[in-house]
């Protein structure tokens, strides 16, 4: 498996940004990077996707046109640049790894999680 270490998130006021990154370690080869989060007493959303091979991104309704996902293949990182931020958009944010591709949006096709980074979104 490979180790995920999430980082970047923290407070912000609605309207406002954050930069979220995932630095990868451990196997290094991985065919796709998600982008989740859950909030308390919710289920884990898929937020964001980007395959790692082709840059090929992918992206929940709530946060399209708001959001960019992308990669630093040298860095092993991906990042997730919210913008426009609302407080629904408060949650814990997770990364994982599909080692097969798929750039889905179910949780259960990514094998590798990370601890997770905290974005709180006061109103």
């Known amino acids: 498996q490979v180790q995920l270490i999430e980082s970047g998130g923290g407070l912000v006021q609605a309207g406002g940004s954050l930069r979220l990154s995932c630095v990868a370690s451990?196997?290094?080869?991985?065919?796709?990077v998600g982008w989740f989060r859950q909030a308390p007493g919710q289920q884990r959303d898929f937020v964001a996707g980007?395959?790692?091979?082709?840059?090929?991104?992918t992206y929940a309704n709530s946060v399209r046109g708001r959001s960019t996902i992308s990669r630093d293949n040298a860095k092993n990182t991906v990042y997730l640049q919210m913008n426009s931020l609302k407080p629904e958009d408060t949650a814990v944010y997770y990364c994982?790894?599909?080692?097969?591709?798929?750039?889905?949006?179910?949780?259960?096709?990514?094998?590798?999680w990370g601890q997770g980074t905290q974005v709180t979104v006061s109103s």
């Open positions: 980007i395959r790692w091979d082709s840059g090929t991104t």
């Open positions: 451990g196997r290094t080869f991985f065919s796709a």
């Open positions: 994982a790894a599909d080692p097969r591709g798929r750039l889905t949006s179910r949780s259960d096709d990514y094998d590798s």
